[in-house]
Each structure stands twice: as C-alpha cells, then as structure tokens.
C-alpha cells in the first residue's frame, strides 16, 4: 500500500474520531431545552363593578282636591237639610225647623264631602334606581409548579402555559411576575 493513502487514511480516522467525541461530549453537557410542567392553577382578583339597580314602586297619594271647602257639600247638605226641616212643625216653628235642619244639613254635607276627599288616593309608578356593587374576578396570572433535572419548582407565570415550559441555559424563557 501507499504510504500517502496510510497517511491520509491515519488522519482521516483521527479526524473522524475527533470529531464524534466532540460531538458526544457536547450532547451529554447539553442542559435540558423544555421543563415539564406539573401544574397549573389560575390566581383570580376580586374586584367590585357599580352597577344600577331600578325598581318601579306604586305610591298612593291623595288626589288633588278641587273643592277644597267642601262648598258643595255644604251647599246640597243644607238644601237637603232645609227640606227636612220644612217638614217639621208648623208656623213660625217650621221657619225655624227648616233654618235648624239647613245649619246641621250643611255641616253634615260638609263632613260627608270632606271624608270622602280624605279616602280619594290615586295610584302612581315610580321609579327608583340605586347604584350597587357587584362583585366580578379576573385571571392575574396562573401559579405553576414544573420539573426540572428531577427536582420541583414553582413560578408565576401571566399566561398559561402548555405542557412545557421553553428553557435558555437551563432558565425558564417564560416571563413570570414575580
């Protein structure tokens, strides 16, 4: 054989053999790319939201009086009273009997008008609205718990994660917010 094709064949073995320790040795030093990811659990605030709360309510009030004398009971109180009165004795009894009968006519046709006006209610809606709170929750972030090289570790992280979490020099790549 050739002493150059040795030669060559020497160096190339050697090369070849380099080469692959290299390659071996930096596939054993290589740290892990990806930590796997345990658990996760969403960590929520409370926060409180004005809301408007409105209600119609029925008030009763009493209606407005027209005749805030009682005018017209009075007047068909003593009127009645009057003939009633008429009714009664004779001569100038009578004159006074139906004078008697109009007074306490028109004071009865008075009280008559003027409870009749107390119970008279009208019904109206209203509306009533008041601000509240209302209680609502947000996500500010998920509490995760990961392995990585065999041992336990735990992050807040913003986002959710997946199933494993990206690593840079053996660091978690993940922006936390702690």
Excluded: F, W
Aim: proline residues 2%.
């Amino acid at each position: 054989m050739n002493k150059s094709l040795i030669a060559g064949l020497v160096v190339g073995g050697i090369a070849v053999t380099a080469l692959g320790s290299m390659a071996g040795y930096s596939y054993i030093d290589k740290k892990p790319e990806y930590a796997e990811v345990v658990a996760s659990k969403a960590v929520y605030e409370s926060y409180n939201v004005p809301v408007e709360q409105c209600t119609d309510q029925i008030v009763q009030q009493k209606k407005a009086v027209q005749d805030q004398h009682q005018i017209a009971g009075t007047v068909l109180g003593a009127v009645v009273g009057g003939v009633l009165g008429n009714q009664v004795g004779g001569g100038s009894g009578k004159k006074i009997a139906t004078v008697a009968g109009a007074a306490a006519g028109g004071y009865a046709g008075k009280q008559v008008q003027n409870d009749m006006q107390n119970k008279d209610v009208e019904s109206t809606t209203r509306r009533v609205c008041k601000t509240v709170q209302k209680k609502e929750q947000r996500v500010v972030g998920y509490d995760v718990t990961y392995l990585l090289n065999g041992k336990v570790h735990k992050t807040r992280l913003n986002e959710e994660p997946a199933e494993r979490l990206p690593l840079v020099d053996g660091k978690l790549l993940t922006a936390n917010i702690n």
